[in-house]
Nanobody, 119 residues
Framework: VQLQASGGGLVQAGGSLSVSCAASGRTFSSYAVGWFRQAPGKEREFVAGISWSGGDSTYYADSVKGRFTISRDNAKNTVYLQMNSLKPEDTAVYYC????????????WGQGTKVTVSS
């Protein structure tokens, strides 16, 4: 599976931004997929995940719960992350991933898209 993230950018605190990740490969729908992020000087951390079937099988880091929403469209081989009420501490490079192993690792990684939240 190859992953291509897009949609990052600059937004003011309190604003919204959506990032997406297009996947290649016919087996995309069989993988749990998700988003991780890495802020400058910090380790990469889990943000959100969604099971292969989508629907209610989503899970989030406590820091983004209630503000971020992950979804997927298996017909388009795409996973989305809608980010609302953004905070400066959400500033990071966001990576999509497929084949999640819990919230700590994944088998496949995209190249990352940068999100900057100004105060």
């Amino acid at each position: 599976v190859q992953l291509q993230a897009s949609g990052g950018g600059l937004v003011q605190a309190g604003g919204s931004l959506s990032v997406s990740c297009a996947a290649s490969g016919r087996t995309f729908s069989s993988y749990a997929v998700g988003w991780f992020r890495q802020a400058p000087g910090k380790e990469r951390e889990f943000v959100a995940g969604i099971s292969w079937s989508g629907g209610d099988s989503t899970y989030y880091a406590d820091s983004v719960k209630g503000r971020f929403t992950i979804s997927r469209d298996n017909a388009k081989n795409t996973v989305y992350l809608q980010m609302n009420s953004l905070k400066p501490e959400d500033t990071a490079v966001y990576y999509c991933a497929a084949g999640l192993s819990g919230t700590s690792s994944a088998n496949y990684w995209g190249q990352g898209t940068k999100v900057t939240v100004s105060s």
